[in-house]
Structures are given as C-alpha cells and as structure tokens.
C-alpha cells in the first residue's frame, strides 16, 4: 500500500515503518552487516594492538600447536614424534584444516612426546622444500630422529586424520617403551 508522507511524497508500507523505527529510536541508522560465507573460515589472529598481555598469552597457551619457520624447524624435531601441518593463508583447504588440526593437537595434548607444529610455506620455503613438499595441506609425521613416517597430501577427512594421529601416538608408545629399557 502506498501512502502520502507530510510533503506530499509517496512512501511504500516499508518505508513507513522504517521511518517509524527510526523516530521511536529502534533503529540505530546502520544495517546490521552481512557476514560472508567465508568469514568463519579466516583464521583468528588477535591485532597486537588492542589485546592487552594477559589475553594474549591466554590466546597463545590456549592452542597445542606450535609455529616453527626455515630457524626453528629443524631444533624442534629433536626426542619428539613431530605431526606437521604444511599450511599457507591464502589456501582454503589449509583453512579449513586448521580447527581440526589444532582440536587433534588438544586431544593429544596430554601427551609430552608427541608435538604438532604448523610451517607456513611461504615464510619457509627452505623447510617446504627440504621435505619435497610440493602442494598444500601437507601433513607428515616425524619420528624423533627427523625421519619421515606417514604423509598426507591434500585435505584429509577426519578418519584420514585420526589413523595420523594413531599411527603417531602409537610411535611415541615405542619411544617410550625403548626408553624404559
């Protein structure tokens, strides 16, 4: 239905109550923003600038997964079975592995000689390159003297992703076991 506003305009029913909103001070004059369908797949990554110290170590402590580059890669691999994600920020199939990632790291949190890292291949290229390492997601598993166990290319489904973390659970139950004798 249209009717006739003060002016003499003519306005539509949902221009009217629009306008009604807006004079009894329920609209705020701002659409609410649509969120895209790959907002929830971007990463979290605090902006150092407005998180106070405090959240930003409980951020820190918050996720299993360690970051490693081309200088600390190799430093890391030492008396630890080693699960790596070969990652990049502009994949989306890296994006969409990483929550199921850092969830298998939390689950396996408990226990000290199995780590999962996570190298981005463009801020390591050496790291990426000394493994061969040629498509992203990439996920191997170390054993403790930096050999290669399993690998995985491509994004795994979450059975894909259990049998990794099995197989390198089950390692460091080896490890373990040579250790005690």
Same mark, same amino acid.
């Given at each position: 239905?249209?009717?006739?506003?003060?002016?003499?305009?003519?306005?539509?029913?949902?221009?009217?109550?629009?306008?009604?909103?807006?004079?009894?001070?329920?609209?705020?004059?701002?659409?609410?923003?649509?969120?895209?369908?790959?907002?929830?797949?971007?990463?979290?990554?605090?902006?150092?600038?407005?998180?106070?110290?405090?959240?930003?170590?409980?951020?820190?402590?918050?996720?299993?997964?360690?970051?490693?580059?081309?200088?600390?890669?190799?430093?890391?691999?030492?008396?630890?079975?080693?699960?790596?994600?070969?990652?990049?920020?502009?994949?989306?199939?890296?994006?969409?592995?990483?929550?199921?990632?850092?969830?298998?790291?939390?689950?396996?949190?408990?226990?000290?000689? $199995?780590?999962?890292? !996570?190298?981005?291949?463009?801020?390591?290229? %050496?790291?990426? &390159? @000394?493994? /061969?390492?040629?498509?992203?997601?990439?996920?191997?598993?170390?054993?403790?003297?930096?050999?290669?166990?399993?690998?995985?290319?491509? $994004?795994?489904?979450? !059975?894909?992703?259990?049998?990794?973390?099995? %197989?390198?659970? &089950? @390692?460091? /139950?080896?490890?373990?076991?040579?250790?005690?004798?």
């Amino acid at each position: 239905m249209v009717r006739e506003d003060q002016n003499g305009s003519a306005k539509t029913d949902q221009s009217v109550a629009a306008d009604e909103r807006q004079h009894s001070g329920q609209d705020h004059g701002k659409p609410e923003p649509r969120r895209s369908f790959f907002s929830r797949l971007r990463r979290y990554t605090p902006d150092p600038l407005s998180v106070d110290s405090s959240e930003a170590t409980n951020v820190a402590a918050a996720s299993p997964v360690t970051d490693l580059n081309d200088d600390s890669f190799f430093d890391a691999l030492n008396e630890c079975i080693t699960v790596v994600d070969f990652w990049a920020p502009w994949c989306a199939p890296c994006k969409t592995l990483q929550p199921r990632f850092d969830s298998l790291a939390q689950a396996h949190a408990g226990n000290p000689r $199995l780590q999962f890292v !996570r190298v981005n291949v463009d801020d390591s290229p %050496g790291v990426a &390159s @000394a493994f /061969d390492v040629m498509s992203i997601p990439t996920l191997v598993v170390f054993d403790q003297s930096g050999r290669e166990i399993d690998r995985e290319v491509g $994004l795994p489904g979450k !059975r894909r992703l259990t049998q990794l973390a099995k %197989g390198a659970d &089950s @390692a460091t /139950d080896s490890l373990n076991e040579r250790r005690e004798r």
